[in-house]
Structure formats: C-alpha cells, structure tokens
C-alpha cells in the first residue's frame, strides 16, 4: 500500500470532475467524513492525535487534479438505490470520490513508517502538518459503557474492517458497493473485510449504528485540555540545560579514562530529563489508609502505602533513578503494551520493604502502569524492574500484585479492600480452599504457582472476597500467570432454550470450578502476555450419538490490559477424571469472538463414540439457526448442535444461518 493517497484516478467515464464540486461535497458532508476517517484510523493513535489525523486526511481529499467524473454504479460508487433512507446528495460523483480518497487516506496511515515527517502524505511531507494543535489535547466526548466497549473491540480488527462497518452503517452503502469502494482504495481482500465488520455488527445493526453514531466516535465535536504542563514550563529550561551538560559531558569525554564513572553527571542527566520533580523520593504519592473505603473509584490510585522501609530516602531514591535511567546490568521486564519511560510526574507509592531477601518498591504511575523496584539485600547482583499495565482496573483486576516470585510460589500484596483469602486447585474442584495467611501490611504466605513445563497435575489459584465496606462483598477467584497482577476467572453459564444471553459471573459456584477444571490446563499458553480476565463461556450443551451422555463447548476468552484478545474454543466431552482436559479445537488471536461484540460462534471436531465409530460433531450459539456441513462429509440440521458419521480424517467446514437472517462461520 502507498506511503499516501495517489492522486485522483479516472474513476469511470464522464464529465471531468472539479475541485469546486469536491470542494462543495467535502465542505457539505464534513462531520460524516471526518467521522469515517476516525473509526478507520488506527486506535493505537490515541484519541488526540486520532482526532487530527482524521482531519487532517478529510482536508487533504482535495489534493490532486480534477478528474473525470465517474457515473453511478461504477467503480465502487454504488447507484441510487430507492428506500435507501440516505441523502440523494451523499451519492454525487463528487462526494463519492472524495470519499474514496479520504478511506484511502485513512488506511495508509497505518502503513507509513513510525520515522514520516509528521506522518502526512509524502507531497506535503514538508508542509506544516494540518490541522496544528499546540498546547492543548483534543478528545471526543465520551459515551458510555457500550460506546467504549465498542471502541475496545473496534481495536482488536484490522483497518479494513472498521472501514468497512463505517461505510455499511454510517454510509449505508450495500454490501456489494461497500466491497467495490474498499477494492479501490486497495485492499486486498475486501470480501472478507464487510464479512468481518458484519460480525462485529452481529445482529443488532441499528444499536451498532447508534452507537457509532455518538459523541464517542465524533472528532468534530472535542472536549479540550491542557497538555503536559510541566513538561511545557521546563522545556526551554531542560534544553539550555541539556545543552551545557552536553558541553561538560563532552570536555570530560576528551579528559576522563575510559573507565571513569561519574555519577553525578548520570544523576544530572536523569534530572534533566525527568522534570517537575518527578524522581523526588519526598515528592511521591502517599495515599491515606482509609481512603479505600470512602471513594468511588476502587482500584489501584486507592491503595494505601504500606511497609516497613516507606521512609528510607535512599531506597526510594535508587528504585525511581532506575526507573529513568536503568543501568545496562539491570533486569527489564513489561508486559506487552507497556511502556518503560521514566515517569512525567511524581508516582505514588504503593509498597516499600524487605522480602525474601530482596527490597521491594511498587509504584503507580498516574493510573496507567504499575513498576516494581526489585535488589537483593547482600548487593550481589544487580537490581531488576518490572512493568505492566494497570488502567482500567476494578475491584477484582486490582486486588492483588506480585511482590515476590520464585519458580514454585509467589507472595501478594492484596488489596486493602480483601477481607478474606484462600488458595485452592482448580484441578480439584471438589477439594475445598484453604485460608491463607496475611501479614498486617497485606502481604501473603507464599502461594504456589502453576508449573511452567512438564505436566500439568494442579492449578494453584487465590479465591478472595472483598469487604462489605465497598458494597460489593463477593468472591472471585485470580491465578498467577507470569504478570505482576494475577488474571482474574470468570464463567459464563450455557443459556437455557430461549433463554437471552448471560452475563459473566463469578467462577466462585460448584458449576464455574468443574468448567475450569477441565479447561485450566489451557492458560499455559497464555503466560505472560499482559492477560487482564479470561471467561470461559459455556455456548453449547451436545447430545452425543449412541450414548445417554452429553458434552459442553466452552469458548475460553482472554482479554489483554492492551485490548486485543485471545480465544480457545474447546471441546470437553464426558471423561473418567473430573480435571481431563478439554480439547482445542480453534485457537484466534486479536478477535472479537465470544465477546460482547462477538457473540455468535460456530466450532466442529472429530470424535469417537465409546462403540468405536468417528463422528463429525458441531455446535453453535444460541442465536444459531441451522448448521452445516460441506467437504468430504455432508450434513446440515435444524438447531445448535450437529452430529454426523464421517471417517476419521474427514475434511470438513461447519457454516451457520441465524435466526436474524445473517451467517456465521466456523472459528476453526
């Protein structure tokens, strides 16, 4: 794909088509373009430069020589259509064309190599980049849960994708003519790309495009505000002082061995770069031990600091110098997504002490990270630092970090909002937890952890319940995946018939733990990939052929601090021991599946009845209408479920119609 958008094209053949004309039709249809321009954008932007990145590739549509106007229906610009409930004007040559050149735009951002001249279109590379904002940040105005939800999905599917559901809901254009403009613009494979923004719609089209439609998805209308101040007041003082610290820094270069250390120049330079006193140990954020119990927002910026080293300056001094300007010796570890700057303003301190023979300091850095400050207390090896991501947390995905690990245990600091705490094997769903002992700064007993290699015979896991203080007294259950913060389970229950879809659920009940025990054995794959949840959604209960017995099929979603997300939809027929594992039989990656915004999923697998004999079986969710089979074996039925005698090597592919009239295919 181009660094830019080429000029315009001879869309078809016709009457030239002029700037003025363009010019009209961009200046009449502005907001809904700039709107399309945003959602196709990449959310890794960030809302700020998203907002002018969307104006910025609406107002360039005009670049480049007239050109002869296409005629209806060609080239990817559909023909009026009667019944269609949008402006005849939306469908102008004019417009049309303008409109092709802005998605064009607006899917090569993401190609343009990170180090672009403002990442603007390499004609105008050299051009002021437009619009220019300076010292403010520019947001649209935020909507609510389902709007942001949305915009979470929206992040785990390709450019092409959002394209595509702008053009179907916000432009109302066909399927056919919305597949014809995206093949202009380039995409590849743009058939696939309406297909998949019809399953990010699932079938509710009218709510999506409400939704869409919101403040949330509208860069025309911005709430402002400041940037960095402080960063702002100091720049012009960091600069004059970077530049005579460069000078010394040089004139010590030319008298200074090889070997010289000097740490006060290092120390110079850290605060140079760190301004407003971001890197003060007298600075840091201390938050009072009651405040948990008297705010609204329970998660981490409501912890209180707690250990026993939480005066010692030079401690606190060590641990933040690190963080701005780790040493080459130092360990470094984040989870993905996560960045490892120093701090832009002074963090708050969460945990400083000794354990294990190790000092440990946990920060939090303004709602978005948190950082923990590891060194050994003999000084023999050097320190180690760690970051993950943290924004977003609740009461459950921030109830516990990591304060010390080993290859077999792990010890927590637990939220000041933990009432209770336990441990138990979900390998054992039976077997009762077991209390755990904390310490008065909440900190636990050792608590094992799950084997990285080998078998996997346990599946240690904390169950804890939080206080009645916060009106929220439930249990909820978290295991140890590599991460700072432990993963918070879940279970959502199959639907009875006709029942409406649940809601997740706490994976605390009798039901929840025998899912999980046939299913935890699968987090092994999910080790160390920033996983905040993970919900195992049992969407199907199948009657097996030849037997009185039945199987479930459990879509098992993970969802990342960052977004995007994994799914393992797994197969878990009737076994001997109640923590047999289940089989994968689909394994996506940065999907919308079995989310709020992927609701329907179809799966198939091979299976042998006890009598010996190889079945095809598939199943769907509940808004499954008819299943189908094509390839080597044939087969369809009425329903959720399917079971078909095939060989054992049968090639096959499972297709659903649902019960709104769309389809949906297999995750396999």
């Not at 094209?9 to 088509?17: I, K, S, Y």
């Not at 609406?58 to 009026?80: F, K, M, N, W, Y």
């Not at 179907?168 to 613009?185: G, K």
Request: include cysteine; hydrophobic fraction near 40%; aromatic fraction near 4%.
């Amino acid at each position: 794909m181009p660094l830019h958008p080429p000029p315009l094209r001879p869309l078809g053949p016709g009457a030239r088509l002029g700037v003025k004309e363009a010019e009209a039709a961009l200046v009449e249809h502005y907001p809904r373009l700039v709107r399309l321009a945003y959602l196709t954008l990449p959310p890794s932007l960030g809302r700020h430069r998203r907002v002018l990145a969307a104006h910025t590739a609406v107002q360039r549509a005009l670049h480049g020589r007239a050109r002869p106007a296409p005629g209806p229906g060609t080239e990817g610009i559909p023909a009026p259509r009667s019944g269609g409930g949008t402006n005849d004007s939306t469908r102008t040559p004019a417009y049309a064309a303008v409109r092709l050149r802005v998605v064009r735009s607006a899917l090569a951002y993401g190609h343009r190599p990170r180090w672009w001249p403002g990442r603007v279109p390499a004609p105008a590379a050299l051009l002021p980049s437009m619009p220019v904002v300076r010292g403010l940040r520019l947001f649209p105005r935020a909507g609510g849960m389902d709007e942001f939800a949305l915009d979470r999905a929206l992040a785990d599917v390709r450019a092409p994708v959002r394209a595509a559901l702008g053009l179907r809901l916000l432009e109302s254009l066909s399927p056919e003519a919305a597949q014809a403009l995206l093949a202009d613009a380039g995409v590849r494979d743009p058939g696939d790309a309406v297909r998949a923004a019809a399953r990010v719609a699932g079938s509710d089209h009218e709510r999506v495009r409400r939704m869409l439609g919101s403040g949330e998805f509208d860069p025309c209308t911005v709430q402002t505000r400041p940037g960095d101040l402080l960063r702002r007041r100091h720049r012009v003082r960091a600069g004059a002082a970077t530049l005579a610290l460069l000078t010394v820094a040089g004139g010590l270069a030319l008298t200074a061995g090889p070997d010289s250390d000097d740490v006060a120049s290092r120390a110079a330079a850290r605060s140079v770069a760190v301004p407003g006193g971001a890197l003060d140990p007298t600075a840091l954020v201390r938050t009072s031990a009651e405040q948990w119990a008297d705010t609204s927002r329970v998660d981490f910026s409501a912890w209180p600091s707690r250990g026993g080293r939480l005066d010692d300056r030079e401690l606190l001094r060590r641990a933040l110098d690190t963080w701005a300007a780790p040493r080459p010796d130092v360990t470094v570890t984040r989870t993905p997504g996560t960045a490892v700057v120093a701090p832009a303003q002074p963090p708050q301190l969460l945990f400083a002490g000794d354990l294990d023979g190790r000092a440990v300091v946990l920060f939090h850095d303004g709602g978005v990270r948190v950082v923990r400050y590891t060194e050994t207390l003999s000084g023999r090896s050097a320190p180690a630092l760690d970051f993950a991501r943290a924004d977003g947390a609740d009461v459950t995905t921030a109830a516990a970090l990591a304060v010390s690990r080993t290859a077999a245990s792990a010890r927590y600091l637990l939220a000041p909002w933990v009432a209770e705490s336990a441990t138990r094997d979900l390998l054992a769903p039976d077997s009762p937890a077991r209390p755990l002992d904390v310490d008065g700064d909440g900190v636990t007993a050792a608590v094992p952890r799950p084997a990285e290699g080998g078998g996997c015979g346990s599946w240690p896991a904390m169950q804890l319940r939080s206080s009645e203080k916060i009106v929220e007294k439930h249990a909820f259950l978290v295991t140890d995946l590599g991460d700072l913060a432990p993963v918070h389970l879940t279970q959502t229950p199959a639907p009875g018939s006709g029942a409406p879809a649940r809601q997740p659920r706490e994976a605390t009940g009798a039901d929840a733990l025998v899912g999980w025990a046939r299913t935890a054995c699968s987090l092994r794959d999910l080790r160390r990939s920033g996983v905040r949840a993970v919900n195992n959604w049992h969407f199907a209960v199948q009657p097996l052929p030849g037997t009185r017995a039945t199987a479930d099929w459990v879509c098992t979603r993970a969802d990342t601090w960052r977004g995007p997300g994994r799914v393992l939809v797994q197969f878990v027929p009737p076994a001997a021991s109640p923590s047999a594992r289940a089989e994968v039989v689909a394994d996506r990656r940065n999907s919308a599946l079995c989310s709020r915004f992927g609701q329907h999923v179809v799966a198939g697998t091979h299976w042998r009845s006890p009598a010996g004999a190889w079945y095809v079986l598939a199943a769907g969710s509940r808004a499954v209408k008819r299943l189908e089979l094509e390839g080597s074996v044939r087969g369809s039925t009425a329903g959720t479920t399917l079971a078909v005698r095939a060989p054992q090597d049968a090639v096959f592919r499972v297709t659903a119609a649902l019960h709104d009239g769309g389809t949906a295919p297999s995750a396999r």
